[in-house]
């Protein structure tokens, strides 16, 4: 028996990083999928490790910067499955790295558009299939960041739609508990392909500071998307998180503690 058995999951950007690894964690807890991606190659290995894994999956890709996209990939959804029982926004197109006065209003309209806006829209778009269900109800799991919360240098437009995106969360969890949805957000920390593939492309002083960040915790070692950071986001899609919303769950090995 899976954690998410009988539960159909939406989660975007699923083609690498943190976002394939949810996915392949959720097939094999069970749950059935809906995945999109802009790379659509990468998208269709997801799909083929998530069904090897005994999970039905709607696979499309979607552009989550582009709402006619959205809109699609719900209606796919909605066609193939009927229902929809976790909302999992994940997608972020992260821009370069640098100091903040290096940062155009165009690199802020980037992340705002993929993540903040994306995460109101799907919201909104999915609603009408996870309102009002029995039992433990729907969860909408939205991807913040300590990098939001800490203000970690390198990162202002990042950090200023992961914040938003904290804020939108709180103010769903409240007006959505009527209809038996809750909302958490999730600020993760574990070294994916995604990490990997970028870094070597930033500036030595940023390659530094990520070295020491991903293992600047009480274990002192990087945590592994899969094992270590995925579990927690099913734990929040499944019906034991009922009785919890408008929260934000730190997981990331304790590189981030606080009362």
């Not at 558009?113 to 995460?119: D, I, K």
């Not at 915790?217 to 408008?246: C, E, K």
Request: proline share 3%.
């Amino acid at each position: 028996m899976g954690k998410l058995d009988g539960k159909v999951a939406v989660i975007t950007g699923c083609a690498s990083g943190l976002g394939k690894q949810h996915a392949l964690r959720f097939a094999q807890e069970g749950a059935n999928l809906a995945i999109c991606d802009v790379q659509e190659g990468k998208l269709d290995e997801t799909r083929r490790l998530c069904e090897e894994r005994g999970a039905e999956v709607v696979s499309l890709r979607c552009d989550v910067g582009r709402y006619e996209d959205l809109v699609a990939f719900v209606d796919a959804t909605a066609a193939r499955f009927g229902t929809i029982d976790v909302l999992l926004n994940n997608a972020h197109k992260i821009t370069d790295l640098r100091r903040f006065l290096d940062f155009s209003v165009e690199d802020l309209d980037t992340e705002l558009t993929t993540s903040l806006y994306a995460s109101w829209h799907m919201m909104k778009l999915c609603f009408p299939y996870m309102r009002d269900k029995p039992g433990a109800g729907a969860s909408i799991i939205n991807t913040s960041s300590k990098g939001g919360i800490e203000g970690t240098t390198f990162h202002a437009a990042y950090a200023a739609a992961k914040e938003g995106i904290r804020g939108l969360s709180r103010v769903v969890a409240r007006e959505w508990g009527e209809f038996n949805i809750r909302v958490n957000t999730i600020s993760p920390g574990g070294w994916t392909d995604n990490v990997t593939s970028l870094l070597h492309k930033r500036s030595p002083e940023v390659q530094e500071w990520a070295r020491k960040a991903f293992k600047d915790n009480p274990f002192g070692r990087i945590g592994d998307p899969y094992d270590d950071v995925s579990p927690i986001f099913v734990f929040l899609a499944s019906d034991d998180s009922h009785w919890m919303t408008g929260q934000n769950v730190h997981a990331d090995g304790g590189v981030w503690i606080s009362a």
